[in-house]
């Protein structure tokens, strides 16, 4: 038997990939980087990198989540999970041609969190800024300077899609908000991630008569500006019933 050579075998690497969402001035954002280095220096990119030696992918998409948000992910293992940020794997990519450096696996990671501050450039990146998902959607012609880097614009479309569909029928929605917060501010929540404005009395109905979705928080505050608006809690239902439809557009 001959021995193992690992030179006989082709370069071949695994990333993690991060769609962060948040909103952000009633606009759904995400977090993008300028890369600092080739392949696509200069050009927009998601966040993320290689995975170590001796990571596993969700150790890999926790480290660079930290990396480059300072945000912690939350323990669905912990009942009450305070701020960290929501985290899930998205989706694998594994187009033979998506890096021109060599075979690169991505497994995408969608995170969700509340209004983030600026966020922080690190790694090989040497600027990053939230921006309007409408907006990185509309360049996504990756051969052109404005597209995003790498097959990173339909990986963003992807991850944007399945918060769009998800908040329908869980309780994600509240992932977007502080730890307390107004019917009102859900409902922009809502209005951002589905990009459609909704009749307040109409969902100030739904989300209150839906069974374990928002618990009242024993407050209220004037923070909207106004009469004191009652505060919520997320309440124990992940899934709802009956669930948010998206109105058709």
């Not at 962060?20 to 080739?38: D, F, K, P, S, Y």
């Not at 589905?194 to 505050?221: C, E, I, Q, S, Y």
Request: hydrophobic share 40%.
């Amino acid at each position: 038997m001959s021995p193992y050579d690992p030179s006989a075998f082709p370069p071949f690497a695994v990333t993690v990939d991060l769609v962060v969402l948040t909103v952000r001035r009633h606009a759904l954002c995400a977090l993008v980087v300028r890369r600092g280095e080739q392949p696509f220096q200069g050009r927009w990119a998601l966040p993320g990198g290689f995975v170590r030696a001796d990571e596993d992918l969700a150790g890999a998409a926790a480290r660079e989540l930290s990396e480059e948000t300072g945000l912690c992910a939350h323990d669905p293992a912990v009942p009450d999970g305070g701020n960290g940020a929501h985290l899930e794997q998205l989706a694998t990519y594994g187009d033979p041609k998506r890096d021109p450096r060599m075979r690169v696996v991505s497994v995408a990671h969608l995170v969700l969190a509340p209004d983030l501050p600026a966020p922080r450039a690190g790694g090989d990146a040497n600027s990053a800024r939230w921006a309007p998902v409408d907006e990185l959607l509309a360049a996504d012609d990756t051969q052109s300077a404005a597209g995003l880097a790498f097959d990173h614009a339909r990986i963003l479309a992807d991850g944007v899609e399945r918060a769009r569909s998800k908040i329908e029928y869980s309780s994600l929605a509240t992932a977007f908000c502080p730890p307390e917060f107004t019917v009102g501010e859900l409902r922009r929540v809502y209005e951002a991630v589905w990009g459609v404005a909704l009749d307040p009395r109409n969902f100030h109905r739904k989300v209150t008569g839906t069974p374990g979705f928002l618990v009242p928080a024993g407050g209220t505050t004037t923070r909207q500006g106004g009469r004191p608006a009652q505060l919520f809690r997320a309440g124990g239902a992940t899934l709802l019933n009956p669930p948010m439809l998206r109105p058709e557009v």
